[in-house]
């Protein structure tokens, strides 16, 4: 694997995803009319395993297109997801079923193997494909290496449909999310999960507009007048169980309380990683992997990170 610089380092670049030349078969919805088709993004440096929960709202601008003006280092892996609803799919991920973190529904990834996209191997056998960030070229086609289309459109626009004409109108439009009239600030809506009630749950450092969730979200019964259960989800597993079987997580027995696994950074080591209200962990740069020894006892780096 070649070391990718400039992780988490960047300048502000607008990045545009288009979906008129996407492979339709390739999602795991019927995106119909798309008037109720979102798109994330998500870099190395919000999330190691580059998950859909860590991503980042893009605007919609038209029917199908997006855009988001955000920091990103150059050679910096990311990827796009598109989603209806409950249901996402991710054109970057694993080139075969293996762990858990490479199911059989979501294998092979639309850019696995492909030239735009990166190969790491895990020693368990996993093999993931990621998308590389080449400060040349800011326009995206979802789950292919084309940064053009001849189409305006994906199949299905509705010849009137039209976006949101403010950021509140789009905002107010996802069930999901809520306008801040003070701020003018569109907020991810937090729900229940097995941690915590949806209004006990914490913002991402980086992204205060977005939950921070511990553990995914759940029904739950015991959270009146402190969350909402979010529509469509299963009933919450104990905490224990649920914290357990969530990646990068571990239930504290003394505290009964979940806690986000803390890795080494380039300038901390893992152990010495401040932690917010709800044992998120507060980082002040990028996880990375480590090579010196400084961290022999104090950390340890995160599977797959990059170099640091």
């Known amino acids: 694997a070649t070391p990718r610089a400039g992780l988490g380092a960047g300048t502000a670049q607008t990045l545009t995803l288009n979906t008129a030349c996407a492979y339709v078969g390739d999602l795991d919805f019927d995106p119909g009319d798309w008037s109720n088709v979102g798109a994330k993004f998500v870099r190395k440096s919000m999330s190691g395993d ?60 639309p850019l696995a193997g492909k030239t735009c996209s990166f190969k790491t191997e895990m020693a368990n056998g996993d093999i ?17 290496c084309q940064d053009e289309c001849p189409q305006t459109e994906p199949a299905g626009c509705s010849a009137t449909a039209t976006a949101p004409q403010t950021p509140q109108e789009q905002c107010e439009a996802d069930a999901n999310r809520w306008w801040q009239e003070s701020s003018s600030t569109c907020y991810e809506s937090c729900f229940n999960s ?23 979200a759940c029904a739950r019964t015991d959270c009146v007048g402190n969350g909402l259960n979010k529509p469509g989800v299963p009933t ?8 357990n079987a969530t990646p ?61």
């Not at 601008?61 to 991710?90: K, M, P, W």
């Not at 993931?128 to 292919?144: H, Q």
């Not at 380039?266 to 709800?278: F, I, K, L, P």
């Open 50 to 109: 580059l998950l859909f929960e860590s991503g980042v709202e893009m605007t919609k601008t038209g029917c199908g297109r997006y855009e988001a003006t955000l920091d990103i280092g150059n050679h910096e892996e990311f990827g796009f997801f598109l989603y209806r609803d409950d249901v996402f799919s991710s054109e970057i991920g694993c080139s075969a079923a293996g762990s858990e973190r490479c199911p059989s529904s979501r294998s092979p990834a």
């Open 236 to 243: 919450c597993q104990d905490p224990q169980t649920a914290c």
């Open 248 to 308: 990068d997580r571990w239930w504290d027995t003394s505290s009964s309380k979940c806690y986000e696994s803390c890795y080494n950074t380039a300038q901390q080591c893992g152990n010495h990683v401040g932690r917010d209200w709800a044992g998120m962990c507060s980082y002040n740069g990028p996880v990375c992997a480590r090579s010196d020894n400084a961290c022999d006892g104090q950390g340890g780096n995160k599977p797959g990170a990059p170099p640091c």
């Open 194 to 216: 097995a941690s915590a009630c949806g209004n006990h749950i914490s913002r991402q450092q980086n992204h205060p507009t977005e939950c921070a969730y511990m553990t995914p």
């Open 128 to 144: 993931f494909w990621n998308r590389v960030y080449n400060e040349a070229t800011n326009s995206f086609t979802w789950g292919k």
